[in-house]
C-alpha cells in the first residue's frame, strides 16, 4: 500500500533551537519527494523538492535529506523562529499526477 | 507572475444544497490543475485533476465532480452536499515533470 507516514504528530520547541522531522514511505513507484509548509487555513507552499538522485536540499534555513534506500526523509530546521509555526508534510510522488501526502508534523514554536 | 485564486474563502451550506467552487490560475498557460481537500488534522486527498480543457480525471469515488471549461479555469461542483463534504478545498497548478504544485488559498466549507 501507498502510504507516506511522518512524525513526530506534534512537536513543540523554543525558538532559536534546531529540529528534524521525520518522513517514511511506501511508495511505488518513485518519482520524488517534496517538503511542504502549511500555515494553518492556508495553502501549502513548497520548501524542497528531491529526486532519486538527489541526498540533500537546502531552502534557508530548511534542509531536506532522502535515503532512497530506506525510504527515509528528513527535514531539519536550524535557529527556528516563531514564523516557523506550521505543520510540514511530507509528499512522494508516483508520477503520471499522483502524490501521496502525509497527514504532516504539526510544528509550534514557543519565544 | 503567475497567481492562483479561489473563492469563496469560506462557505456554509445546508445538506442537500448544491456546491460550486472556482479556481482560475493567471500568468501561466497549459497548467495541470487539482482539486484537493483537508480534513481537519489529516493530510491533502485528491478529488480530481486536469491536463487540460474537459479532461477531467477523478481519483475517488463521491458526489463531486470537476470541470475545466477554459484553460484556467477549473471549477468543483455538487448537486447535493453530504456532512462529510464538509472539509478545507484546495485548488493548485503545476506543469509537466517534478514540478512543484502551487496551492491557492483554499474554500473552508462547512455542510450543516
Known amino acids: 500500500k501507498n502510504q507516506v507516514e511522518q512524525s513526530p504528530q506534534s512537536l513543540i520547541i523554543l525558538e532559536g533551537k534546531n529540529c528534524t522531522l521525520q518522513?517514511?514511505?511506501?511508495?511505488?513507484?518513485?518519482?520524488?519527494l517534496r517538503w511542504y509548509k502549511q500555515d494553518t487555513g492556508r495553502g501549502p507552499v513548497s520548501l524542497t523538492i528531491m529526486t532519486f538522485s538527489e541526498n540533500t536540499k537546502s531552502n534557508g534555513r530548511y534542509t531536506a535529506t532522502l535515503d532512497a534506500d530506506t525510504k527515509q526523509s528528513s527535514l531539519h530546521i536550524t535557529a527556528s523562529q516563531l514564523s516557523d509555526s506550521a505543520s510540514y508534510i511530507c509528499v512522494v510522488s508516483r508520477g503520471n499526477y499522483q502524490l501521496i501526502w502525509g497527514a504532516g508534523t504539526k510544528l509550534i514554536i514557543k519565544p | 507572475s503567475q497567481t492562483i485564486h479561489q473563492w469563496p474563502a469560506t462557505l456554509v451550506q445546508p445538506v442537500g444544497s448544491p456546491l460550486s467552487l472556482e479556481c482560475t490560475v493567471e500568468g501561466t498557460s497549459n497548467p495541470n490543475l487539482y482539486w484537493y481537500r483537508q480534513a481537519a488534522g489529516r493530510g491533502l486527498q485528491l478529488l480530481f485533476y486536469s491536463v487540460g480543457i474537459g479532461q477531467i480525471s477523478s481519483e475517488v469515488p463521491q458526489n463531486l465532480s470537476a470541470s475545466r471549461p477554459q484553460d484556467r479555469q477549473f471549477i468543483l461542483s455538487s448537486k447535493k452536499l453530504l456532512l462529510s463534504d464538509s472539509g478545507f478545498y484546495l485548488c493548485a497548478w503545476d506543469r509537466q515533470g517534478p514540478d512543484t504544485q502551487y496551492f491557492g488559498p483554499g474554500t473552508r466549507l462547512t455542510v450543516l
Open positions: 518522513c517514511n514511505y511506501t511508495v511505488s513507484p518513485f518519482s520524488n
